[in-house]
């Protein structure tokens, strides 16, 4: 991965090989962590941080289901990953806040006021090919919802992302697509998913998934470029009968799924894909002023 000269540590400025832990830090072992991952676009006013309040609110909300007590504010935090953005000199790229219990102590009930709060940034271009991706139903179902607080961005919840990836080596799929404990469609292994069905967007409904910032986007962009929207329990059947699919999320931002195993979507990548990923694009990049509230500026 490339890599920037600072990370911000707890409101300090560390330089980036510095920037270490102790072997028996308790999340390194238990994955009680919580993160974020943000983007920021170079716009014609400069560089802006996508929904920063948003992905704030939300690790700080994540922390919270963790019980951790962070000595930061909501402002705060926002503030210091606009100065990591300028310390770095970075215009674009990827934000990536962690918080996790720093303490060496390998008891199940750490300790909640000895947290670090990090955040790193680095460039992180287009995670996926535009043209589309294919996509493979895992093995591997997504959390009970019962078994974890899902709609928290804990660390240890990408263990299931992770071995739903790893099932992909050595084959041509691109990304994982994970079910719920029930058998619906839940999301992909790091993003949520869409189907386009006589021009409506369907998705699941919350419950199974993280329901992502970039999904909230979605559904306001489809809305108000006059698409019906639902969200809705999702079979793998309702998929393959759709004429579109796509994922959203902060790193793949909005991607065309040009095929679900064997299921080839004829269409991909398809017109209102097209027409949203499009529309995304100038979105985030400052293009569409009545979203302007969506970014926070890097002055
Ligand atoms: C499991 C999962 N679902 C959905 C998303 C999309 O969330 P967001 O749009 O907030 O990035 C992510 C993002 O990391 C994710 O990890």
Known sequence: METTPWIWRNGAFVPWEQAQTHLLTSTLHYGAG???????????QGAAVFRLR???ERLLYSAGVLKMEVRFTLDELCTAVLETLKENGMKAGYIRPLIYFSEQDMGFDPKRDKVDVVIACWPWAEYFPAEGVRVKLSSYRRIHPQSTVIDAKISGHYVNSILAIQEL???DYDESLLLDHEGYVAEGAVENIF?????VLLTPQKGSILPGITRNTILRLAHDLGYETREMKLLPE???SAQEAFFTGTLA???PIASVDAHVFPLAPGPVTQHLRRTYGELVAGRLSQYHSYLSFCH
């Open 238 to 240: 309702d998929l393959f």
């Open 253 to 255: 931002e909005v991607v």
């Open 54 to 56: 948003d992905h704030m």
């Open 169 to 171: 080596r050595g084959t």
């Open 34 to 44: 919580v993160f974020e991952g943000v983007r920021c676009y170079l716009t014609n």
């Open 195 to 199: 189907c386009v069905k006589d021009r």
